[in-house]
Structures are given as C-alpha cells and as structure tokens.
C-alpha cells in the first residue's frame, strides 16, 4: 500500500525561512530518510517552495480553468514537503509517520489511490 505523507506548512516555511535548529533538522532527516530507504518504504520524498511560487487551478466547467497566482492563505491548509511511502499496511505507514522528527510542526498521512481501490469506486461507471 502507498501513501502520502504531506508535511503541514507553517509561518516560517511560507516565508522561505529555515527553523533555527536548521542543522540538527537537516541531520535527522537525512537518519530518517536512509532509515526508511534500508527499510524498503520509503519511494520518493522533497520539499516544496512556498506557496507564493505556486499557482491554483481551478474549474468553471469543462475546459475553463481559472489560474490564481500564490500566495495562498489557510497556511494550515499548504504543504511544504512530502513522502512516497509504500508500507504493508496502514498501521506501518502510521508508526513510520510518527518517527518524522520534527520538534514542532505536523504531517498528514493520506493513502494513495490503488488500482484496486479505483477499480472498485468505478464498477457502476460504464465502460467505453
């Protein structure tokens, strides 16, 4: 199973600033990092800029988007980074979401879509 592990935005990231504790941060992530990847779990991770370099896309029917540029608010609501984790289950992926080590700060753990999982959504949806 795959899943998301979004790390929750916060003042300081949307401002482009490092914590104070840059080095000790930068030091456990690198031990975390390699521990998940000699684990076998870990597919993909980064960072994001903030979000005054991103853009929303939105859609007021098919084939009009609406692009809004960035800065965006709710800053509880942005992502300032991301995991690719691909666990035997749901709990592994928790207990690796819980080791993250941060001093301040929150994750989100979301499961990816499976094929199966889709394929199970879609069953009543007519097939071309």
């Given amino acids: 199973m795959r899943f998301l592990l979004i790390v929750k935005a916060t003042p300081e990231s949307e401002r482009g600033e490092m914590p104070a504790d840059v080095e000790r941060l930068i030091a456990d992530m690198g031990r975390f990092n390699e521990e998940m990847i000699a684990a076998g779990v870990m597919v993909d991770g980064g960072g994001l800029q903030p979000s005054a370099a991103a853009?929303?896309?939105r859609f007021e029917g098919?084939?009009?988007?609406?692009?809004t540029d960035g800065?965006?608010?709710?800053?509880?609501?942005?992502a300032s980074g991301y995991?690719?984790?691909?666990?035997?289950?749901?709990d592994e992926a928790l207990d690796w979401a819980k080791r993250v080590p941060f001093s301040s700060g929150g994750v989100e753990l979301r499961?990816?879509?499976?094929?199966?999982?889709?394929?199970?959504?879609?069953a009543d949806v007519p097939k071309s």
């Fill in 71 to 78: 800065p965006f608010d709710n800053i509880t609501d942005l």
């Fill in 62 to 67: 098919l084939g009009k988007p609406v692009v």
């Fill in 55 to 57: 853009k929303r896309i």
């Fill in 83 to 90: 995991w690719i984790l691909d666990c035997k289950s749901p």
């Fill in 111 to 122: 499961p990816l879509m499976s094929e199966e999982a889709f394929d199970e959504l879609t």
